[in-house]
């Protein structure tokens, strides 16, 4: 069932409710007061009749001259306490109907009472009245016109409530389909998209309200998926592109070796060649695994890690590897939200490029406090025109072509820093060389997370 009919059947429902409790309560407070009116009349008429009692029990209906000033609209009745009909009503029917209740007044035994009789194919209100000893007066009014009073009310509640659920169901669908309309228009979008894959599509966000915020997050995840997926393009198309060179390369060299016209120590040179082109092929495919895995990885998970404990182990790492550098590292403990592996490996890559662009027996300056691991070398630095480029993906400086690297080691860096929320940045340091800062959200100005 869509939900524009549900919508309409429940307004319909409501209103169905709402008139019938409000022509319920109607019905019975009219019913009340036309019986009620009726009930004022009898007892007005029986009490006419009380004084003149004597002389009119006996004989054909009284008149006028039996009761002057009286108003004979009404039947009546003398019953005595066996239950006998002294005087009838001498109208259209030729008595009330008695019964031991009717006795019981006359007798004395009862109190006057109201009720509802059927007599010749009418109905009729009676008040039954002890008049005097042995003696019942009943007073009737036909309930003809209460009845057909009550009838037509009865018709005209039905009307108003057919007309009333008729309009709800129809206003209900109209309001549906409005507020629903929206709602389609994104499905179908949605479908659409579905279908074409296309991501730069948006939908109409139109008004602020639950429908609006609905397509306007939409929107929003369209844009992101629409980034990454254009990213990703983007890396495959550069990595291929780097790719190529060293394959190429690779392959010329095997082809060379494949005539096997080759002087021994020739040979000997192009196979070391080869074996220093596959090493860095396949150093290119890791780097490119780990700067894929941080684009698309998802948010750093928020551990408490101690960045300064982080670096030690990092700049421990370096100085093995590098042994032509002075590494040394000045810390502070600073605690930091997110992964620590992932977090290594950034300040890795800062210390291998400050290891290979250091003079030789260069001095790199490693300090962590508040959140911030600054690295700083006395190479010859990142010019200004450069620095803009050095985070680009592939990118290296021109006089950096001679030297081995890919130009992804400070994107991935920069991945790292983007994913825990930090920043990266170069500045020339004082006195030459390059100091790059790696920047993260320190937990509590980078003081010892609170105890959980
Ligand atoms: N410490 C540094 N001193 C001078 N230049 C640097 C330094 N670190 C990075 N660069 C420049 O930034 C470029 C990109 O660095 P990176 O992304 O690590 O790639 P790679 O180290 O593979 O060349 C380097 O090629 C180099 O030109
Ligand atoms: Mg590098």
Same mark, same amino acid.
């Given at each position: 069932?869509?939900?524009?009919?549900?919508?309409?059947?429940?307004?319909?429902?409501?209103?169905?409710?709402?008139?019938?409790?409000?022509?319920?309560?109607?019905?019975?407070? $009219?019913?009340?007061?036309?019986?009620?009116?009726?009930?004022?009349?009898?007892?007005?008429?029986?009490?006419?009749?009380?004084?003149?009692?004597?002389?009119?029990?006996?004989?054909?209906?009284?008149?006028?001259?039996?009761?002057?000033?009286?108003? #004979?609209?009404?039947?009546?009745?003398?019953?005595?306490?066996?239950?006998?009909?002294?005087?009838?009503?001498?109208?259209?029917?030729?008595?009330?109907?008695?019964?031991?209740?009717?006795?019981?007044?006359?007798?004395?035994?009862?109190?006057?009472?109201?009720?509802?009789?059927?007599?010749?194919?009418?109905?009729?209100?009676?008040?039954?009245?002890?008049?005097?000893?042995?003696?019942?007066?009943?007073?009737?009014?036909?309930?003809?016109?209460?009845?057909?009073?009550?009838?037509?009310? %009865?018709?005209?509640?039905?009307?108003?409530?057919?007309?009333?659920?008729?309009?709800?169901?129809?206003?209900?669908?109209?309001?549906?389909?409005? /507020?629903?309309?929206? #709602?389609?228009?994104?499905?179908?979008? !949605?479908?659409?998209?579905?279908? %074409?894959?296309?991501? %730069?599509?948006?939908?109409?966000?139109?008004?602020?309200?639950?429908?609006?915020?609905?397509?306007?997050?939409?929107?929003?995840?369209?844009?992101?998926?629409?980034?990454?997926?254009?990213?990703?393009?983007?890396?495959?198309?550069?990595?291929?592109?780097?790719?190529?060179?060293?394959?190429?390369?690779?392959?010329? &060299?095997?082809? *060379?070796?494949?005539?096997?016209?080759?002087?021994?120590?020739?040979?000997?040179?192009?196979?070391?060649?080869?074996?220093?082109? *596959?090493?860095?092929?396949?150093?290119?495919?890791?780097?490119?695994?780990?700067?894929?895995?941080?684009?698309?990885?998802?948010?750093?998970?928020?551990?408490?890690?101690?960045?300064?404990?982080?670096?030690?182990?990092?700049?421990?790492?370096?100085?093995?590897?590098?042994?032509?550098?002075?590494?040394?590292? %000045?810390?502070?403990?600073?605690?930091?939200?997110?992964?620590?592996?992932?977090?290594?490996?950034? !300040?890795? &890559? *800062?210390?291998? &490029?400050?290891?290979?662009?250091?003079?030789?027996?260069?001095?790199?300056? $490693?300090?962590?406090?508040?959140?911030?691991?600054?690295?700083?070398?006395?190479?010859?630095?990142?010019?200004?025109?450069?620095?803009?480029?050095?985070?680009?993906?592939?990118?290296?400086?021109? &006089?950096?072509?001679?030297?081995?690297?890919?130009? #992804?080691? *400070? /994107? !991935?860096?920069?991945?790292?820093?983007?994913?825990?929320?930090?920043?990266?940045?170069?500045?020339?340091?004082?006195?030459?060389?390059?100091?790059?800062?790696?920047?993260?959200?320190?937990?509590?100005?980078?003081?010892?997370?609170?105890?959980?």
């Amino acid at each position: 069932m869509s939900l524009g009919l549900r919508l309409a059947i429940t307004a319909a429902g409501a209103v169905a409710v709402a008139i019938g409790i409000a022509s319920g309560v109607m019905y019975f407070s $009219v019913q009340r007061s036309l019986i009620q009116e009726t009930d004022a009349v009898l007892a007005d008429r029986a009490a006419q009749v009380r004084p003149v009692a004597p002389r009119v029990v006996v004989g054909p209906p009284p008149t006028r001259t039996d009761i002057p000033g009286a108003k #004979l609209d009404v039947l009546m009745q003398f019953v005595d306490g066996e239950g006998r009909i002294l005087r009838g009503p001498m109208a259209e029917i030729d008595a009330l109907p008695v019964d031991q209740a009717t006795a019981d007044v006359a007798a004395g035994r009862a109190p006057a009472f109201f009720t509802d009789v059927t007599a010749g194919g009418t109905r009729y209100r009676v008040l039954t009245v002890p008049l005097q000893e042995d003696l019942a007066l009943q007073v009737a009014r036909p309930l003809t016109e209460v009845d057909a009073i009550l009838q037509q009310l %009865t018709l005209t509640v039905l009307g108003v409530l057919v007309a009333g659920v008729v309009l709800a169901a129809a206003v209900g669908g109209l309001v549906a389909r409005a /507020s629903l309309t929206p #709602l389609d228009r994104l499905t179908r979008t !949605i479908e659409e998209l579905t279908r %074409t894959r296309d991501l %730069t599509r948006r939908v109409e966000s139109g008004g602020h309200d639950e429908l609006g915020r609905l397509a306007g997050s939409f929107n929003s995840l369209l844009a992101a998926l629409d980034t990454s997926l254009r990213s990703q393009r983007q890396l495959v198309a550069d990595a291929s592109h780097e790719l190529r060179t060293p394959i190429t390369s690779v392959r010329t &060299n095997l082809e *060379l070796l494949q005539r096997g016209m080759l002087e021994p120590d020739e040979r000997e040179r192009v196979l070391g060649d080869v074996v220093s082109e *596959l090493a860095r092929l396949s150093h290119l495919v890791a780097e490119l695994i780990d700067l894929a895995r941080e684009e698309e990885g998802p948010p750093a998970p928020a551990v408490d890690v101690r960045l300064d404990e982080v670096a030690r182990a990092a700049v421990g790492i370096a100085a093995a590897e590098w042994p032509g550098v002075e590494l040394s590292l %000045t810390a502070e403990p600073t605690w930091v939200k997110g992964d620590p592996d992932r977090i290594e490996r950034a !300040i890795r &890559n *800062l210390l291998d &490029n400050a290891a290979k662009w250091s003079p030789p027996g260069g001095e790199i300056e $490693v300090a962590v406090r508040a959140g911030e691991v600054a690295v700083r070398d006395h190479g010859p630095g990142v010019s200004e025109a450069d620095a803009p480029h050095v985070f680009d993906r592939f990118w290296r400086a021109p &006089n950096a072509r001679r030297m081995p690297g890919s130009g #992804l080691g *400070l /994107s !991935i860096v920069r991945e790292v820093a983007r994913s825990h929320g930090g920043t990266v940045g170069v500045e020339r340091a004082e006195g030459g060389g390059a100091l790059f800062r790696l920047r993260f959200p320190a937990t509590a100005g980078g003081l010892a997370p609170a105890a959980s």
